[in-house]
Every structure is written in structure tokens, then in C-alpha cells.
């Protein structure tokens, strides 16, 4: 066989020209066949691709979160020792100890009761009572127990928020009783930090020739003003006479302006001389709806206490939850009227606003007065 001659490629055109040599292959390998490896498989061929949608995602990735939150609490109580056989996981938790939930009269208040056994408070382990002029309230309380399916459950505040509102008022009141304000004061200071940035009194800038408009033709800044000027007018005549509130932003600025001189004097001093039932239904509706102008006036017409004003208002007209949510959210309200919701975060915290606005009512209101 003819020895195989490598050429460069550099040389490879002159050669291809001359005569002098003959061509010869590049190399003088054998072919071989590809060996193609045989398919072995075995059981029914793959299912169709299922098209899945977005919703199915989202249930999917919470199942497989809430699954590793088991896991790992499971990993923590074993590391602690917590587990045992006779507890056999926290079964013993899992299932509620009681069957009947009632409301009974007992020594001059309403109780609550589990089976026989009163509720109690879950830090000082006093029994909770409530007073005979708020039979809602006790019924309330009652209704949200009897919802309970375990013990565990009554160890989550955001599952019993209606007994941990209780619980504040019966804390307040007990420091009242011991002469002892410090609970009280910091209430008063807290709340009143609101009236620097009061989301009702914060108003838009003035709108341009494209800024949107309601159908009545009004800016964002027309409906604020609207909806505060009514607010403050109703304080102003039943709650704070005497005293002008302003808005604490407006137009263009972004530093907010301080009150008159003498105007958070008397706003303090109507907090501090509020019952303890009326200053935890303040602190909640405060903290619900960034607002203190709002929850002021929500406590005056729903109160049966010192504060209560409500023969100033008929029962039809006054100010409730559903208004009062929408007083305290009207641009998040108006921008999702025009661009749409979050899902899960805008429709979530307009029901979770009321829900807390809806239990200071229950807080608050009784018998007493015409409510």
C-alpha cells in the first residue's frame, strides 16, 4: 500500500497546479459503521404536556411552603425535646378541650364560658368579663371561640383578634384601677404621632389638564378635601369645639405643617380622659386605618361612654366601618379604580381594615344609650 503523504495547507494550491506530483488521499484510516446503541425502554410512553395555569402555580408553590413550614417546626420541637409518646407529636393540641361555648351573667358581668370553665385572660390568667351594657360584645366573643377547631389555634392573636382587644381594654382598665398611667400615656403618644401624617388630612396636589376625574367630575384632591372637611367639621362642633385642624399636607409640598399651637393639647387631653373600652377601641382603630381624625370621630358616634356622641347622629347615618375604611384608603382606592388590584394585597387589606374597624365597634358600642 502506498505510503500516505501529508501535505500543508500552504502548499496545497501550488501542488494542486503541478504535475510533478499525484494526489493521493489525506489519510489512510478504515471506515467503520457508527455502532448505534439500541433504545431500551420500558412501561407506558410519557403523559402529554398539561398546560398549567397561573393560579395552579401559586397553590402548588404554598402547598410545598406550608409542607416545609411543617417540616421544619416538626425538625425544632424534636431538636428541643418536645416530643414525646404520650404527646404523640402535639396531638394533645390539635384538638380543642372544650365542646359548648356560652355566655352566662356572673357577679355583675358577662363571662364566657368553655364548657364550665371561664375564659381567661392568657397573660395574667384573670377571668375575662365583660360589662352587662355590651351583650354583642360577649356574644361576639363567644361566636369567635366557639370557631376555634383546636387549642393551637387560640395561641395565634390574628385567629382570636377580637379576645386580644378585650384583653387590652381589661390591661387598661386594671392600670387605671392601680392608679397607674403609663399605659395610657403611651397610647396618647403614639396615636397623636398619627396627626402628623393623618392620611386624611394629606391631600393630593391640585390636578392638571390630564390627572383623572371621577365621573362627577372631581380630582383625587376634590374628594379628600371633601371627605376631611366633613370629618373635621364633625369634631370641630361635637368633640373638639373651639380648635381648627388643617391639612397637613397640600399642593405641592412634602413636609408636613404642624397644627395650631394649643391643638394637640386638647386632642391629648380628650385621649387621656377616654374609658379604658374607648382608648383600646382608639389605639386599634388608629393602628387600622392611619388615621387618628377618623378613629376620633368613629369612637364619638359609637361610644356608649364618656366620649360617645351619638345622639348627634342617627343610627342609619353614622359613621361606620365601611365609611370609615373608605375615608382612611381613598388614593389607594381611587389609583386600583383606575390601574387594578395586587392580588392577594390590596383586596387583603381592605377586608382586614374592616374587620379590625368592625370589632372596635363591637368594642365600644352597648346598651346604654340609644345605639
Not at 404536556?49 to 420541637?77: C, F, G, H, W, Y
Not at 398611667?181 to 391640585?206: K, N
Not at 361610644?303 to 381613598?330: D, H, I, K, M
Request: glycine share 6%; hydrophobic share 40%.
Amino acid at each position: 500500500m502506498q505510503p500516505t503523504m501529508r501535505i500543508p495547507l500552504r502548499l496545497a494550491p501550488r501542488l494542486m497546479n503541478s504535475t510533478a506530483l499525484p494526489v493521493s488521499a489525506m489519510h489512510s484510516s478504515a471506515l467503520k459503521a457508527a455502532n448505534v446503541a439500541p433504545v431500551v425502554g420500558t412501561g407506558p410512553p410519557p403523559e402529554a404536556p398539561i398546560q398549567r395555569t397561573v393560579n395552579d402555580e401559586r397553590v402548588d408553590r404554598r402547598r410545598r411552603q406550608a409542607e416545609m413550614l411543617r417540616t421544619a417546626k416538626t425538625i425544632r420541637s424534636a431538636k428541643d425535646g418536645k416530643t414525646s409518646s404520650s404527646s404523640k407529636d402535639g396531638s394533645f393540641m390539635k384538638r380543642r378541650f372544650w365542646k359548648d361555648v356560652t355566655v352566662k351573667e356572673v357577679d355583675g358581668a358577662l363571662q364566657v364560658l368553655l364548657d364550665a370553665r371561664p375564659l381567661r385572660h392568657p397573660n395574667t390568667k384573670a377571668i375575662v368579663r365583660v360589662p352587662l351594657d355590651k351583650p354583642t360584645l360577649a356574644t361576639a366573643l363567644a361566636i369567635e371561640w366557639d370557631l376555634l377547631t383546636s387549642a393551637q389555634q387560640a395561641t395565634k392573636q390574628h385567629l382570636i383578634p377580637l379576645t386580644s382587644l378585650v384583653c387590652r381594654a381589661a390591661d387598661i382598665a386594671a392600670a387605671d384601677a392601680a392608679a397607674d398611667d403609663q399605659i395610657r400615656v403611651a397610647i396618647a403618644e403614639s396615636v397623636l404621632r398619627y396627626l402628623d401624617t393623618d392620611s386624611l388630612l394629606c391631600w393630593a396636589p391640585p390636578a392638571g389638564e390630564y390627572d383623572q376625574r371621577n365621573a362627577a367630575g372631581e380630582s383625587l384632591r376634590d374628594v379628600q378635601k371633601r371627605t376631611a372637611e366633613e370629618t373635621v367639621g364633625f369634631l370641630t362642633t361635637h368633640v373638639w369645639p373651639g380648635i381648627t385642624i388643617k391639612p397637613v399636607l397640600d399642593g405641592d409640598s412634602i413636609f408636613p405643617a404642624e397644627q395650631d399651637e394649643g391643638v394637640r393639647e386638647v386632642v391629648q387631653s380628650w385621649i387621656m380622659g377616654l374609658s379604658a373600652w374607648e382608648i383600646a377601641g382608639l389605639e386599634r382603630a388608629v393602628l387600622a386605618g392611619k388615621s387618628l381624625i377618623a378613629a376620633s370621630r368613629f369612637i364619638a358616634e359609637w361610644s356608649v361612654g364618656p366620649a360617645g356622641v351619638s345622639n348627634a347622629q342617627p343610627r342609619e347615618t353614622r359613621f361606620g366601618a365601611e365609611e370609615a375604611a373608605r375615608a382612611t384608603s381613598l388614593e389607594v382606592d381611587w389609583q386600583t379604580g383606575y390601574w387594578g388590584e395586587v392580588e392577594d394585597t390590596h383586596d387583603v387589606n381592605k377586608e382586614d381594615v374592616r374587620r379590625q374597624l368592625g370589632s372596635v365597634v363591637l368594642l365600644v358600642t352597648g346598651t346604654s344609650k340609644s345605639s
